[in-house]
């Protein structure tokens, strides 16, 4: 089964063209036959003559990062972009949602469908629509909105994943929260699940973990590619007798997104090192899945400054609810939580410290909550990895943060005329705090 | 690719834009000039009839020029009302070729000063035009405001009808004031004349200078307008090359003007030149941060750090990275007052191509309460004439034009000022966050 990926904005492009690099060296590199033609028919079609072309939309307002994208696929012979699977214009949207949503996405809905048809056309089974966008700008958020919702009114029965990045907190766009607090309200209603990278965090492992002294978006946009690629690359679940997953995004949905009030969903992946650290370092899976676990309860995103204080709560004796206060200060409960472990001795990883019932929010019992894939294939040549796809209390307060922004902006209504000039009212702003506001709730309720 | 279409009317405006074609020939690509469409408008024949007979005339054909003979004797009104309705048709259909002439029109720059009558009045009328014609299409306006020691007696009244039109019509302003240009022009002249070791100023590097243009030899108020001709040199071309961050020219407008009619933004340039001697050690780059928020480098007499910011763009050319810009907004973020509701209101662009002469440059556009005493002065000097009705009888007889204009217009400056200082209200207090939208659980 196939996916279909759809690049939208310029974040969307370039790190799109990132996750099918990391994609083709992954399956190029493996001993694994089986492995490589799962990977292979799930992200490319093949070609009568033998290429591999990604099953991918590229969607921009302007045409400079799409040309740059398609040239940087070609340049390794590997793999490229199908030749007319892109839709550019001239003039990009301006950072403003609106003019996104309400003006090129309309304007634009039948060309992109169609380009979008074809590809779907060209999988023998539709596993599942990817959509990848920044929340920052004006053509990912904006008309990445509104195709998504094209994509649901055209596959009312597919799975949609909306693979979002947020931008950095001190800014890059004036009107970046606006834009964000839009595009996530609206997504919220639409999209099956919602995977989000923080461009903070993400810069974090770079300057940390991989040393890289100047960075840049592209040093950012490699470490995005590889934390996706690690999820979406085959893997056995537990029910799957020892055949690869077929359908990767539906697997991810029913065991994350068991209530449709919670569909954020965060990565983690240990190890996270320098190419030149590799070849020196040793993992255990004991060390390895005790990081990780700490990770997630301590709401860490990196394996340097994990707090180990923060610990799980105690169990209280059945038949007692746990409330809030036994809850520790620091504490990240989940709802659901996947692992996926690639490598070396795989079979003989010890994951039950992820099965404590305490990480969990009562109301799941805790064998609905954890799910695990595994396959002795290792990564992007890493040679073991962990990698925690989590439903959990980590985006609550980036999350607050941003609408908290957004909000104080929209008390003075600076910018909204910006909005309101192309069709979005006030009224629709209060709905998306509202929306919003109801999310984070229900995350805090936890 | 888009286009923009640049206006100069007037005086001022033509001798601006001459200096803005002269140094885009030399120093920008074919890209960027193809991207660049030219109307002249002047209601006399000098300025114009020079550019006809100097080497720019290769670059422009008659159709471009509106010309007439006798100016508008430094009145507004004469500008705005006879000659706008005289010269609509014309001015309409010569705006129309130029858009033609574009794939994709983002943009209309226009330039102008507001002290006389023609730039003033005329330019303002195609401003309007503008807005009418091409509602969709970004208006950018350059305007030169008088400097105290004017010597045009009705620049005040001129400077007050311009800026209604300005705040009602136009998306964004850049004001700039010529005794901040002189200032500048000083402070560049006395530096090179200093003669102190390692002072030397690399040929041709300074943005007062024509940077060897066509035009050959430097005329009186060439260092001033060269200063204004390189800031929309930096703006195009900002927006025209590639780099890691683009930024384009819609989104200034999108990210800078939060409310429409505070619009004013106040341009600042660095570096002024770049020193000849390649020896001094290069703390240039965080320097050259600094000194674009220091009073000495804004186009208009004001001190931003000491108002109140509502909004900042800084536009970086050169070799700079993501983490250069970052490091250099920490260390400035606690100088500088932004407004409670956008304390991280800061928009950035990064362009790889820098300007000739320079290894990196910064242009910084903010939109700041700063502008206030500039707007206050401009009200005083009106009242004084206002109040005693000199000179009205010149306007006033002028077919179109009323008492009602003149009211009207300094009635739109005081709304502007208010405005001003209500947001000025809110700098040194500790302005709580808005209440959160309370959810039924």
Avoid at chain 1, 167 to 175: A, F, L, N, Q
Wanted: glycine share 6%; charged share 20%.
């Amino acid at each position: 089964m196939s996916i279909v990926t759809v690049q939208l904005g310029q974040c969307g492009n370039q790190v799109g063209q990132e996750l099918f690099e990391v994609i083709s060296n992954d399956a190029n590199d493996t001993q694994r036959k089986v492995y490589s033609e799962c990977s292979s028919e799930r992200f490319f079609n093949e070609t009568a003559n033998r290429e591999l072309v990604a099953r991918s939309v590229l969607i921009d307002m302007e045409p400079k990062v799409i040309s740059q994208s398609i040239a940087k696929a070609a340049k390794f012979g590997k793999w490229r972009y199908g030749d007319r699977s892109h839709f550019s214009q001239k003039q990009g949207s301006g950072n403003n949602w609106a003019n996104g949503y309400c003006v090129h996405g309309p304007r634009h809905e039948e060309v992109v469908m169609d380009i979008v048809r074809r590809e779907v056309e060209n999988c023998d089974r539709l596993a599942g629509i990817m959509a990848m966008m920044s929340v920052a700008g004006g053509t990912g958020s904006g008309v990445g909105t509104y195709v998504t919702q094209c994509l649901r009114d055209a596959y009312p029965n597919s799975f949609i994943l909306n693979h979002l990045t947020w931008p950095y907190g001190t800014g890059e766009v004036i009107v970046q929260n606006y834009n964000s607090v839009l595009t996530l309200s609206h997504l919220y209603q639409l999209s099956d699940a919602i995977l989000v990278h923080e461009n903070d965090t993400v810069h974090k492992i770079c300057a940390q973990l991989m040393n890289i002294k100047h960075i840049s978006f592209s040093d950012v946009n490699k470490v995005i590619a590889h934390q996706l690629g690690s999820v979406l690359q085959p893997a056995l679940t537990g029910d799957s007798h020892g055949v690869y997953n077929r359908n990767p995004i539906g697997e991810l949905m029913s065991s994350l997104v068991c209530h449709p009030e919670y569909k954020l969903l965060s990565v983690c992946n240990i190890p996270q090192v320098s190419s030149s650290s590799m070849a020196y370092s040793m993992f255990t899976w004991p060390g390895l899945l005790k990081h990780l676990r700490q990770m997630l309860i301590a709401n860490a995103k990196m394996e340097e400054g994990i707090d180990w204080q923060v610990r799980a709560p105690s169990l209280q004796p059945e038949g007692i609810e746990r409330t809030r206060s036994h809850r520790r200060p620091g504490f990240n409960t989940s709802l659901a939580n996947l692992l996926i472990l690639r490598g070396k001795d795989v079979n003989n990883a010890e994951i039950s410290g992820f099965q404590d019932p305490s990480l969990y929010t009562p109301w799941l019992p805790a064998d609905e909550a954890f799910s695990m894939w595994k396959t002795p294939v290792p990564f992007n040549k890493y040679e073991k990895s962990a990698i925690l796809v989590s439903n959990s209390q980590t985006l609550l307060r980036p999350l607050d943060n941003m609408v908290g922004k957004a909000w104080n902006m929209f008390a003075s209504r600076a910018y909204i005329h910006q909005y309101t000039k192309f069709g979005i009212s006030e009224e629709d702003f209060l709905d998306s705090f509202t929306s919003l506001e109801q999310v984070i709730s229900s995350y805090n309720q936890l | 690719m888009t286009q923009s279409v640049v206006v100069q009317v007037g005086q001022c405006g033509n001798q601006v834009g001459c200096r803005f074609w002269d140094l885009a020939l030399v120093n920008s690509s074919d890209e960027l000039m193809s991207s660049l469409q030219a109307v002249l408008v002047d209601m006399e024949e000098g300025v114009v009839n020079e550019i006809l007979q100097g080497p720019l005339r290769e670059l422009f054909d008659s159709t471009q020029l509106i010309t007439d003979v006798s100016g508008s004797g430094n009145n507004w009104a004469v500008g705005h009302w006879t000659y706008g309705s005289a010269y609509r048709e014309q001015i309409v259909d010569q705006l129309r070729r130029a858009a033609e002439h574009c794939d994709c029109l983002q943009c209309f720059f226009l330039i102008h000063s507001m002290g006389g009558g023609t730039g003033s009045g005329l330019g303002t009328c195609v401003l309007k035009l503008l807005e009418e014609e091409f509602p969709e299409v970004c208006r950018i306006v350059t305007s030169v405001y008088p400097s105290a020691e004017d010597d045009v007696v009705t620049s005040p009244y001129n400077s007050v009808l311009a800026m209604r039109e300005l705040t009602e019509h136009a998306d964004c302003v850049l004001p700039v004031e010529n005794q901040s240009l002189v200032d500048i022009v000083n402070k560049i002249k006395h530096m090179s004349h200093s003669g102190k070791p390692g002072s030397v100023i690399k040929k041709d590097s300074a943005i007062i200078s024509g940077q060897g243009g066509v035009s050959g030899a430097e005329k009186p108020f060439d260092a001033m307008n060269n200063i204004v001709a390189n800031l929309l040199l930096n703006i195009t071309s900002s927006a025209r090359f590639e780099g890691s961050l683009n930024m384009d020219l819609n989104e200034i407008a999108m990210n800078l003007v939060p409310f429409p009619r505070l619009h004013y933004l106040v341009p600042s340039l660095t570096p002024l030149y770049t020193l000849a001697d390649v020896n001094i050690p290069t703390r240039r780059l965080d320097q050259m941060f600094t000194d674009a928020f220091s009073k000495d480098h804004q186009l208009i007499r004001a001190d931003p750090k000491h108002s109140l910011y509502l909004a900042c763009a800084l536009m970086v050319r050169g070799n700079v990275q993501v983490s250069d810009l970052r490091r250099n907004i920490e260390r400035l973020k606690p100088m500088l007052p932004f407004v409670s509701w956008n304390q991280e209101g800061w928009k950035t662009g990064l362009c790889s191509v820098p300007p000739v002469g320079h290894s990196h440059s910064l242009l910084a556009l903010a939109n700041n309460t700063c502008v206030k005493p500039t707007f206050m002065e401009l009200r005083d000097h009106f009242t004084k004439l206002y109040r005693k009705k000199a000179h009205m009888h010149h306007y006033l007889h002028v077919d179109g034009m009323e008492q009602a204009c003149f009211t009207e217009a300094i009635s739109s400056l005081s709304s502007l000022i208010e405005e001003y200082s209500q947001l000025d209200a809110t700098k040194d207090r500790l302005m709580p966050d808005a209440a959160r939208l309370n959810i039924a659980t």
